[in-house]
Every structure is written in C-alpha cells, then in structure tokens.
C-alpha cells in the first residue's frame, strides 16, 4: 500500500506504535476486519496490537514479526515501528562459566558427592560383612569345636573320655510310613508260553500299552520278562502250557469258557483274573 495513507510525520513522532498503526489504518480506510483478513490473523490480535497490549500476543519474538507485517500492510517504515516498540526485547539466558564457581561452593559440591558415594557403598558392604561373619562363625568347623566334650579332671589328672563309638549309617525311606515295601521280581523271572495247538495271546504291558498279540501254533514258544507285563489273556487255553519264574502253572484251572486271563503283580506273582 502507498505511504500517502500514513498519518503526517510529527504526528508519528508523537505517537506509539499503536496509535500509528490505528492512524495508519483509518487514513487507508480499512476496518480491523479488512486487516485481519489481509494479514491473516485475528481480529483481536489486531486490536491489541492498537492497543499496544502485548501480553495478549506471546512472546517478544511474535510480537515484532506482527508489527513488521501490520506496518508492511498501511505503507509505514519498519524501522522506526520497531524502534517506537515499547517491548522489552528478549534476554539470552545467562551462562555461567565453571571456571567462575567460587572456590568453595565447588569444594562443598565435590565432598558432598564423596559422602553420598560413601554413604551408599557402607549401606551395602556393612549387610553383607554381617552375613559374612554369620556364616562364617557357623561353618561345621566351628560347631565340631563347641560341640566336642571337655575331658573331665579328676584329683588334678585328666581323664581320658572313652573313644566315641563308630557313627551308625541311617537309610532313608522314601516309602510311607506304614506302608509295606513291595518286593520286587526277581531278575530274570519270565512267564513261558509253550502251544500244543493253534492259540491267541494278547499281552499288556505295564504301561498299557499292548505288549504283545499274536496267534499261537502248534510248537510255538513266546516268553516275556515278569517285569514288562501288566496282564495277560490266552485263548484256546486246553493247549497251552505256561511257566511263570520257573513254576509251572495249570492255565485250565483258571480258565473260563477255554479263555484264560491272569494278572502279574508287582512281586512277579500271577492272579486268574474272571
């Protein structure tokens, strides 16, 4: 816009810098709106720009750029808006030299870091010299050395105490008390099946799991370990012959239908099961 809209010179010699931007702004004819919309800020930031009320607008930073371009806008100088700014301009902040920290406040600020230091480090050594001291003053060593006896003295001579007996060796049980202790099958005791004629077999292991089910013929032999089986069932029983841990067994006995089933318990022994 062209200066001819600013107000005469002692005019703005006498003013403020708001007073020459309201002067300026009538002069050119526009209303606070039509500056707004031109300079793309607020209305109010414009009036209290007028109005030289700068705590509204933020920092000293903002508020020069605002006068720059509100001047710029009616034709006005900046540089004598700028100097006409009653603002206080803005301060760096001060830095202060180590080398200027007086002797000593600088001696008081190292030995009160030492003492922290010094303080924390005894608040975990003094714990753990303690349980040191603990456990070492209840090593077996030393209860050996409390706990062995003072030999007595009689008419001014001791006596020699009688040598301790032998220590007695203790085996724990981990089987319940009053819990009988299974005996376990002998090593090397197997159930012997010996056919005359055609059979079936199924064997169960101790696990579950079928061991073994097959069809038995005439001459054909089958042995398992006591230990591996759980149960066993043989059918055509009447031709079957069987051995278990070297004992000869009669299957018919406990056969029921010609189906013979028996159970292996954990001592090895064999149970007709119906």
Request: hydrophobic share 45%; aromatic share 4%; net charge positive.
């Amino acid at each position: 816009m062209s200066s001819q809209f600013a107000p005469d010179s002692t005019h703005q010699a006498l003013a403020g810098c708001g007073a020459r931007l309201r002067d300026a702004r009538l002069a050119a004819g526009l209303s606070i709106d039509d500056v707004a919309t031109r300079l793309r800020m607020p209305a109010r930031v414009v009036q209290s720009l007028e109005a030289e009320d700068w705590s509204r607008l933020g920092a000293p930073v903002f508020v020069r750029g605002q006068v720059r371009s509100y001047s710029r806008l009616l034709g006005l100088t900046t540089a004598p808006m700028m100097a006409a700014l009653n603002i206080e301009p803005v301060e760096p902040t001060k830095l202060v030299s180590r080398t200027h920290t007086p002797k000593a406040q600088w001696w008081a600020e190292q030995i009160g870091r030492r003492l922290v230091y010094i303080v924390l480090t005894l608040s975990l050594a003094i714990p753990a010299w303690v349980a040191t001291r603990q456990h070492l003053n209840g090593t077996p060593a030393t209860i050996a050395a409390l706990d062995t006896p003072v030999a007595p003295v009689a008419h001014g001579k001791p006596v020699t105490p009688a040598a301790p007996a032998a220590p007695r060796t203790v085996v724990a049980s981990m089987a319940p008390m009053g819990a009988a202790v299974q005996p376990e099958p002998a090593p090397g005791a197997d159930i012997v099946l010996r056919a005359t004629g055609q059979s079936w077999l199924e064997v169960i292991a101790r696990d579950g799991n079928v061991l073994d089910k097959t069809m038995l013929t005439d001459g054909a032999e089958k042995r398992y370990p006591i230990d591996q089986v759980q149960r066993l069932t043989i059918g055509n029983a009447a031709v079957v012959q069987m051995q278990a841990g070297g004992q000869p067994m009669n299957v018919m006995e406990h056969a029921r239908a010609n189906v013979a089933r028996f159970a292996v318990s954990s001592d090895g022994s064999l149970a007709a099961q119906d």
